[in-house]
Structures are given as C-alpha cells and as structure tokens.
Antibody, heavy 119, light 109 residues
Framework: QVQLQESGPGLVKPSETLSLSCTVSGGSISIYYWSWIRQSPGKGLEWIGF???????NYNPSLKSRVIISVDTSKNQFSLKLNSVTAADTAVYFC?????????????WGQGTLVTVSS | DIQMTQSPSSLSASVGDRVTITCQASQDINNYVNWYQQKPGKAPKLLIY???NLETGVPSRFSGSGYGTDFTLTISSLQPEDIATYYC???????????FGQGTRLEIK
C-alpha cells in the first residue's frame, strides 16, 4: 500500500521560503508523477505542480515564478519550495501521486500539513 | 487555461435520494475528468477517473459520465457517510495543467 507523508515547518514568516518534503513508502518514486496541491482555509483545491523521476516539472502558471519542485530518488522523497510567501499562501499542503496513461489523476494522497504564514 | 465550472455549490438531499453533480469544461477535454470526495480534515479521495471508471474499493452507487465538455457525478442512493465536499478535476495536455472545480458541499436534509 502506497503511503505519502508530508513534513516541514508549520509556520513561515512573510517573504521567506516555504519548504516541505513528502516521503513515499510502499512503492518506488521512480515511476508515476508526484504532485503538490494546496487548500486555503475553507476554500477549494489548487494544484501547485508535479515532477517525474526524470525531474521533468510542470507548474501552475499562477505560481510558476515562485515554485520549485525537486525529487530525491535515493530517499524516495520529493520536495516543494515556495518563495516570497505572503498570508495568501497559508493553506493545507498535500502531496499526491499522479497517475496514469493519457489522463492525470491523484490516486494516493498524504494527510496534508497546515502551513501558516505569519510574523 | 481550461476552466471547470462545477454546480451546484451546495446541495441538500435525503438518505436514499439520487444526487447529481455536474462539471462543465471551458473547452473539449475528451474524458480527462476525475472526481474526488473530501471529508472535513481529510485528504481528498479518488472516486472516479477518466470520467466514468470507478476507483477500486469505491461503492457502486457512485458513477460518472460525460465526454467533451459536460460531465456528471451521480450517487444513486445517498447514504449518510456520503456527506462530504465533491470536486471534479481536469487535466490539460498542452501545456500540462490541472484544474479543480470549485466543489459541491453535500448535506443531508
């Protein structure tokens, strides 16, 4: 059974960089795609971006200038960096596995981690 | 960018009712629509992929249909455990991007 677990600071100061990691267990990170998705309090879901094991990335155009997603296959982990954060970046951040074929859907999710941007 | 318009934004129904939620895409997206259920404090759960395929383990009262721009999630007989928020999601190849609908909050009457 594939499991994903987010980790990282729960509080980030405005203008600083939000950094999160997602550890994948029960399966190899060297196949499929790996995404970050966020959900602001009381709001809907927003896709941030995805990466594959060859480090090919695609980002939401609205966040592209501030986002970097990377992968470490030796640790079965992938990571998110979002720079120059503001209060609007306060959200629950989920990591998820993307699958399959011509479509792209999220079949496994982490439990989510709340990141608050505040001084 | 492709936009997904989901309706209704909220819905109240009785146990046993047939419930329908719709998503309309701003352009043709073949069958690249997926549906999720999210309960409070939890991650979303995949229900339907490729518009009409039931994810393993999901009860058969859930079904999906549609192609092109109009898509539907149906619950054939609403159960108390179905109370949640439902989201559609689309995948666009060129350039690769993913968009969610605004969500439908489903409540029991």
């Amino acid at each position: 059974q594939v499991q994903l677990q987010e980790s990282g600071p729960g509080l980030v100061k405005p203008s600083e960089t939000l950094s999160l990691s997602c550890t994948v267990s029960g399966g190899s990170i060297s196949i499929y795609y790996w995404s970050w998705i966020r959900q602001s309090p009381g709001k809907g879901l927003e896709w941030i971006g995805f990466i594959d094991h060859n480090e090919n990335t695609n980002y939401n155009p609205s966040l592209k200038s501030r986002v970097i997603i990377s992968v470490d296959t030796s640790k079965n982990q992938f990571s998110l960096k979002l720079n120059s954060v503001t209060a609007a970046d306060t959200a629950v951040y989920f990591c998820a596995r993307g699958c399959c074929g011509a479509d792209y859907y999220f079949d496994y999710w982490g439990q989510g981690t709340l990141v608050t941007v505040s001084s | 960018d492709i936009q997904m318009t989901q309706s209704p934004s909220s819905l109240s129904a009785s146990v046993g009712d047939r419930v329908t939620i719709t998503c309309q895409a701003s352009q043709d997206i073949n069958n690249y629509v997926n549906w999720y259920q999210q309960k409070p404090g939890k991650a979303p759960k995949l229900l339907i992929y490729d518009a009409s395929n039931l994810e393993t383990g999901v009860p058969s009262r859930f079904s999906g249909s549609g192609y092109g721009t109009d898509f539907t999630l149906t619950i054939s007989s609403l159960q108390p455990e179905d109370i949640a928020t439902y989201y559609c999601q689309q995948y666009d190849h060129l350039p690769p991007s993913i968009t969610f609908g605004q969500g439908t909050r489903l409540e029991i009457k």
